[in-house]
């Protein structure tokens, strides 16, 4: 029932972009997405539901394709700022409220 | 106060006592969430609240945890016999209402800092 992100891990420079994916076994009816630091708690960064309503952070875009039951998430233009673990947690139909989180994926930005 | 609040931020205990975890969410918030995290993992669901009632406690591992919400604000995780396994950081997170317009979690979850659990 847990996501799988991939990738796992990911190293870039200051300015490139990169995409972090989410796939579900289960019909999904949102995702969430959220970065956390080292040593501190996660920070909401983006809500995408059914029907392609989204809620988010300006800078961040993400897309959910719901045939697939995945979603992905778009960090361009990268800063050294960025650097962090992206989870994301999905919500099932038959679980409103009710998050299951992914395993992460590292994102590490060098100037 | 401005955000999530935990308490204590650390705890050590030894195998087989009780501990109480406590969490302050943000004033108004209405649904209250306890997560675990293991070292490199992601949150684990543990259960949530709205208002003063358990809406979902399918991810609590057993019965010697439980969790209270006497007035529909403070929360306490409560975990009898801790066993070594019990080691995490407990997240309690808040939100100002599970569910938007369309009936799903159209609202983010705002986290506290986390109470880190270790278990001798």
């Known amino acids: 029932q847990q996501p799988v992100q991939s990738p796992q891990a990911v190293i870039l420079r200051e300015g490139e972009d990169a995409v972090i994916n989410c796939s579900s076994s289960?019909?999904?009816?949102?995702v969430h997405w959220y970065r956390q630091k080292h040593g501190e708690a996660p920070v909401f960064l983006m809500i995408l539901l059914k029907g392609g309503e989204q809620k988010g952070h300006e800078k961040i875009s993400a897309s959910f394709n719901e045939k697939k039951q995945q979603s992905s998430l778009y960090l361009t233009a990268s800063q050294l700022s960025y650097s962090g673990t992206y989870f994301c947690?999905?919500?099932?139909?038959?679980?409103?409220?009710?998050?299951?989180f992914g395993q992460g994926t590292i994102l590490t930005v060098h100037p | 106060g401005a955000g999530v609040s935990q308490t204590p931020s650390n705890k050590v205990t030894e195998k087989g006592k009780y501990v109480e975890l406590r969490c302050d969410p943000i004033?108004?918030?209405?649904?209250l969430y306890w997560y675990r995290q293991s070292l490199g993992q992601g949150p684990e669901f543990l259960i949530y609240?709205?208002?003063?009632?358990?809406?979902?406690d399918s991810g609590l591992p057993n019965d010697r945890f439980f969790a209270v919400r006497p007035e529909g604000s403070v929360s306490t995780l409560k975990i009898q016999r801790t066993e070594r396994g019990d080691s995490a950081v407990y997240l309690c997170?808040?939100?100002?209402?599970?569910?938007?317009?369309?009936?799903?979690?159209?609202?983010?979850?705002?986290f506290g800092p986390g109470t880190r659990l270790t278990v001798l």
């Open positions: 609240f709205q208002g003063t009632g358990a809406a979902d």
């Open positions: 004033s108004g918030h209405t649904a």
């Open positions: 289960k019909a999904l009816y949102s």
């Open positions: 947690g999905t919500e099932l139909r038959t679980s409103y409220g009710k998050l299951t």
């Open positions: 997170a808040s939100s100002p209402s599970p569910f938007g317009g369309t009936g799903s979690s159209y609202n983010e979850q705002f």
